[in-house]
T-cell receptor, first 107, second 114 residues
Framework: GIQVEQSPPDLILQEGANSTLRCNFS?????LQWFHQNPWGQLINLFY???GTKQNGRLSATTVATERYSLLYISSSQTTDSGVYFC?????????FGTGTSLTVIP | KAGVTQTPRYLIKTRGQQVTLSCSPI?????VSWYQQTPGQGLQFLFE???????NKGNFPGRFSGRQFSNSRSEMNVSTLELGDSALYLC?????????????FGPGTRLLVL
């Protein structure tokens, strides 16, 4: 299967700081999504981004498919941004998840 | 539209028992995928169903099975439960077969095997 590596594994930020999360994948994919998992386990869609750049409020993402990586940018972080961020890629019908970046935003 | 729903939300079973989990996708979605999440193994793909057919299966033993009904609702069954089956089981749905579209996840079922 496809290997998905996320970095950093853990991140602690002061409220208001910016951060960049990275996702590297080992093979060509036809789907890439970023998710935020809240403390109750719910996975929330952030971006569907197999290529290109998208922005949604304080969050933005860029995927460079030819170089097999994606970046998630969080600006002006808030305590509610805390949780685990997952990158998931798919080829065909099967998704492969990274191990996640655990983000803690402290006030 | 209502989101993906999963029942039950919490479940406690003992070793050797079997369990059935249910997932109702977003209305109009035809693809349902199941995942197991554990602290040690992370999120792992179990299987995907599309229009009542299993399209893909992850690397899990035959004790894990599933099915999809004509209304796209899906169930997964785990027989002869083991302690290691304790996990959060997540279901996701999408309109088309999962590889090409955004997947939407349900809240999960937390299974504890004693």
């Amino acid at each position: 299967g496809i290997q998905v590596e996320q970095s950093p594994p853990d991140l602690i930020l002061q409220e208001g700081a910016n951060s960049t999360l990275r996702c590297n994948f080992s093979d060509s994919v036809n789907n890439l999504q970023w998710f935020h998992q809240n403390p109750w386990g719910q996975l929330i869609n952030l971006f569907y981004i197999p290529s290109g750049t998208k922005q949604n409020g304080r969050l933005s993402a860029t995927t460079v498919a030819t170089e097999r990586y994606s970046l998630l940018y969080i600006s002006s972080s808030q305590t509610t941004d805390s949780g685990v961020y997952f990158c998931a890629v798919a080829t065909g019908n099967q998704f492969y998840f990274g191990t996640g970046t655990s983000l803690t935003v402290i006030p | 539209k209502a989101g993906v729903t999963q029942t039950p939300r919490y479940l406690i079973k003992t070793r050797g028992q079997q369990v059935t989990l249910s997932c109702s996708p977003i209305s109009g979605h035809r693809s349902v995928s199941w995942y197991q999440q554990t602290p040690g193994q992370g999120l792992q793909f179990l299987f995907e169903y599309f229009s009542e057919t299993q399209r893909n299966k992850g690397n899990f033993p035959g004790r894990f099975s599933g099915r999809q009904f004509s209304n796209s609702r899906s169930e997964m069954n785990v027989s002869t439960l083991e302690l290691g089956d304790s996990a959060l089981y997540l279901c996701a749905s999408s309109y088309e077969t999962g590889g090409q579209e955004t997947q939407y996840f349900g809240p999960g079922t937390r299974l504890l095997v004693l």
